[in-house]
């Protein structure tokens, strides 16, 4: 407090090493050691403050580290992979924090340029979890979540040979969340409709062994999409965007409309 009174705490707060003036203020007996369950609350609580920010995006983190997780653990993934499955889906979406909410949210289609922008968030995904040491090991998963097998997808527009089996899993994941979710340029779709789509890009866009463990799954009710489960996802307290109508509930709505894969 007293360093605070005279200015001494901020000058430190804006020299060049930072981090070492904060190592320096932090007493040594008060250092905490980030065992396994103390990164999984982490990554949960970065989870929370990644889908906080757009109100589409409602539990999707979590969404997709549950999905994930249970297909990897159906596929028979030891367990550290199947935690570090948890934590990539928990924190695929990080580099979205970066991204202006005009395009998160816009209702109507992305310009070329917002597409780009758009396009950004798996990058800065990658680049924000490979500065973090304890999740440095996901950084190449998480950041792989729109890569294709076909090599259509982005960033780095990868194929099915750079692509290792946890990376195609959450990809996976993160359609079926992502389709069983209202967003700003489309409507939820229902469970079936849901794995329709999806099977149809099996083999060729995504992984067919991961899409068949997805299906089997959600055929023994172990995992379930947003619609099914509604209010679960946590959005019938909310305005919806679109319309303004108060409570909203993903997928309610607007399931008849034609739906598109374009920004999944
Ligand atoms: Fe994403």
């Known amino acids: ?108 289609p992305l310009t070329a340029e917002e597409t780009l922008v758009m396009r950004r968030h798996a990058t800065l995904t990658g680049e924000i979890l490979a500065r973090v040491a304890p999740f440095g090991n996901v950084a190449e998963i998480a950041a792989n979540h729109h890569e294709r097998l076909d090599g259509s997808g982005y960033p780095r527009g990868l194929s099915e040979e750079h692509l290792d089996l946890p990376s195609r899993i959450l990809a996976v994941a993160d359609v079926f969340d992502a389709l069983s979710q209202e967003r700003p340029y489309r409507p939820a779709m229902l469970l079936d409709q849901v794995l329709a789509t999806m099977s149809s890009d099996k083999g060729a866009r995504l992984c067919s062994e991961s899409v068949d463990a997805l299906i089997e799954l959600v055929s023994k009710k172990e995992i379930g999409g947003s619609p099914v489960k509604g209010p679960a996802l946590g959005a019938t307290l909310m305005r919806s965007p679109s319309s303004g109508r108060y409570p909203w509930c993903p997928g309610r709505a607007l399931r008849n409309r034609k739906t598109s894969l374009r920004k999944i």
């Not at 934590?87 to 924090?97: F, P, T």
């Open 1 to 108: 407090m007293a360093e605070a009174r005279t200015g001494k705490f901020w000058k430190r707060l804006a020299e060049q090493d930072l981090a070492t003036s904060v190592w320096a203020l932090e007493p040594a007996e008060r250092a905490l050691v980030a065992t396994p369950e103390r990164l999984d609350l982490t990554a949960r609580a970065f989870a929370r403050i990644i889908d906080a920010k757009s109100p589409y995006t409602s539990r999707h983190s979590e969404g997709v580290a549950r999905t994930a997780t249970a297909i990897g653990a159906y596929l028979g993934l030891s367990d550290p992979a199947v935690r570090d499955l948890r934590r990539a889906g928990l924190l695929h979406d990080i580099g979205k924090l970066g991204l202006p909410n005009t395009i998160l949210d816009k209702p109507g």
